[in-house]
Nanobody
Framework: QVQLVESGGGLVQPGGSLRLSCAASGSIFSIYQMGWYRQAPGKQRELVAGIIEGGSTNYADSVKGRFTISRDNAKNTVYLQMNNLKPEDTAVYYC???????????????WGQGTQVTVSS
């Protein structure tokens, strides 16, 4: 069973920075993509940034130029460096992994428990 453990959330002032980490543990045959989503109160969960197996990345327009996603394949860990944070970035941030648990099973979505990011003065 794959488990995702997120860390790095917290309270930060506008203009500050945070770095989120998400480590995948357990047995998995292959990882297709990893990414970060967020959900603010009263809003739907939205994609923040994603990184696929080959290293290509994509970002929500609202975070382009401020957030950077990266991945350490050896550690099955994905990071989200968040700079110049704004109050509207306040949300619970979730890590997602898409991968095949075994060679014969189809791709599955795995989610972390979420980590709170609050941007406030």
């Amino acid at each position: 069973q794959v488990q995702l453990v997120e860390s790095g959330g917290g309270l930060v002032q506008p203009g500050g920075s945070l770095r989120l980490s998400c480590a995948a543990s357990g047995s998995i045959f292959s990882i297709y993509q990893m990414g970060w989503y967020r959900q603010a109160p009263g809003k739907q969960r939205e994609l923040v940034a994603g990184i696929i197996e080959g290293g290509s990345t994509n970002y929500a327009d609202s975070v382009k130029g401020r957030f950077t996603i990266s991945r350490d394949n050896a550690k099955n860990t994905v990071y989200l460096q968040m700079n110049n944070l704004k109050p509207e970035d306040t949300a619970v941030y979730y890590c997602k992994l898409v991968g095949r648990p075994t060679m014969i099973q189809r791709a599955t979505d795995y989610w972390g428990q979420g980590t709170q990011v609050t941007v406030s003065s």
